[in-house]
């Protein structure tokens, strides 16, 4: 090979590399379109607290009473509270596919341990 088209598959190499770092810069600093897209615990890192109050707020989430309201406790009621929702999503599903009579989970079973005053 002459050195003229190797000097130009390494000057495309390290721009292949320099847009592969922007791209994965790009994608885990983007902030969900909703808390209810959000598929792990970093991603609703990324919320603000009054908007995981909100939301608490507007799911009418029951919880107990959170002494120090830190971020993190938020963030983990509200990632229960999605994952719940999705395995219920999921138990509907198969409950129907399969016609079973299976009496569904009382809501008393999810009681949480924390809430914002």
Do not use: R
């Not at 608490?56 to 959170?66: A, L, Q, S």
């Not at 406790?73 to 009579?101: A, G, L, M, Q, T």
Request: with cysteine; net charge negative.
């Amino acid at each position: 090979m002459s050195k003229s088209l190797l000097s130009k598959i390494s000057k495309l190499e390290k721009e292949l590399a320099d847009l592969k770092m922007e791209i994965g810069k790009t994608a885990k600093s983007a902030k969900p379109k909703g808390i209810d897209k959000c598929e792990s615990k970093d991603e609703l890192n990324k919320f603000s607290v009054s908007e995981l109050k909100e939301y608490i707020k507007k799911k009418k989430i029951n919880v107990k009473k959170i002494t120090e309201k830190h971020k993190a406790d938020f963030v983990e009621i509200v990632w229960k509270y999605i994952n719940k929702s999705d395995s219920e999503e999921e138990s509907e599903e198969s409950e129907e596919s399969e016609n079973s009579d299976e009496s569904e989970e009382s809501e008393d079973e999810y009681e949480w341990y924390y809430y914002y005053s």
